[in-house]
């Protein structure tokens, strides 16, 4: 009764790690396009144990918003009939992964393993803490995994539908006295494996930096993960993953203002209403209120755990507010 207890507890917190949907222009052009057409070249199909993939490039780039077509071809096989592929790859395809979105699992590796792989959530891989080469993949890339539930980002919804997930192991967060949420660290190894999986993943769907994401990012209502102590800046100085501000760029917005202008702003419907535009343009699903509601704390909390991880409090300062209006100048909207 008590372990049943505890695992319906655990798979309630996993729970929200689920759900589904396409759409929009991510504005990235895939570089090196090979362009082949049914009349004039046949690209190489390449026949292993592992199945049938194509091995350059056949997309069109002029209707393929981020990604490449190489890899691998799963087709049917009607009885008495036979496919044709070889002389009839259409150019108008790609991808429909657009997105990778990284999580924690709030549990051990044990127990991540079993709610994964057993209950309702599921992620494409998952991330040990153990000191060892491996990375577990639970779910096809090409299989639709249940880990960012009902979620949003710029035209975008419901992202289990064009996203890759990595779920990493990590005990997630405490409350102390304060009413402060102290986060466990991930340890450097780690890291470094979820970097190589990262970079692997966005390099061969061409992923554009915008649509590299925590769960936070995409659900900041309901989600925290992977919380302030995962180390985006350092994806992005050592690996290229993700997005991160130009610091002479925040400089010069962060001295624009102080901290006494900011105070007699925060009281100003329309300075309000500025900030949750910027918010909401830069890609965060927020409804423009015209006050500081739960909805804009949770999503400025989600900002700062993610581009201002020492201070994850969901209050504006003056500092939070010149990073977002660096990232927005650095990568604008499509
Ligand atoms: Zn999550």
């Known amino acids: 009764m008590r372990n049943s207890l505890y695992f319906i507890a655990l798979s309630f917190i996993l729970l929200s790690c689920a759900s589904n949907k396409p759409a929009q222009k991510a504005g990235i052009k895939p570089a090196n396009l090979v362009r082949t057409t049914s009349s004039t070249v046949k690209p190489p199909i390449k026949h292993d144990v592992q199945g049938d993939y194509y091995t350059v490039n056949i997309a069109d780039g002029s209707k393929n918003d981020n990604t490449v077509s190489y890899g691998s071809i799963v087709t049917a096989k009607p009885e008495k009939y ?81 996203s890759i ?49 925590a769960h936070s990012d995409i659900a900041p209502s309901r989600k925290q993960d992977p919380g302030p102590n995962f180390p985006w800046k350092k994806l992005y100085d050592q690996y290229q993953i993700g997005m991160w501000y130009d610091e002479a760029t925040k400089q010069s917005f962060l001295s624009a203002t102080t901290p006494e202008v900011l105070s007699t702003q925060m009281t100003d419907i329309n300075f309000i209403f500025k900030v949750q535009n910027f918010l909401h343009s830069f890609g965060y699903d927020l409804a423009l209120s015209g006050s500081w509601d739960a909805p804009t704390q949770r999503t400025l909390e989600a900002f700062q755990c993610h581009f201002r991880p020492e201070k994850y409090d969901g209050v504006l300062d003056v500092e939070t507010l010149a990073i977002l209006q660096a990232l927005l100048q650095k990568y604008s909207a499509k």
Request: no cysteine.
């Open 82 to 162: 036979k496919v044709v592929r070889t002389f009839f790859p259409a150019l108008a395809q790609n991808f429909r992964q657009k997105y990778l979105i990284f999580h924690y699992t709030a549990l051990d590796n044990d127990k991540s393993a079993t709610v994964l792989s057993q209950k309702e959530v599921s992620a494409h891989y998952l991330v040990n803490d153990k000191d060892d080469k491996e990375i577990y993949q639970l779910v096809d890339e090409n299989k639709r995994a249940y880990h960012a539930g009902i979620s949003a980002w710029r035209n975008d919804k419901n992202l289990n539908d064009t």
């Open 165 to 213: 997930g990595i779920e990493i192991v990590n005990l997630g967060y405490t409350v102390d006295a304060s009413g402060k949420k102290i986060f466990a660290p991930f340890s450097d190894d780690q890291i470094k494996k979820v970097a190589a999986l990262a970079k692997d993943i966005v390099n061969r769907y061409m992923i554009p930096p915008t649509n590299v994401l």
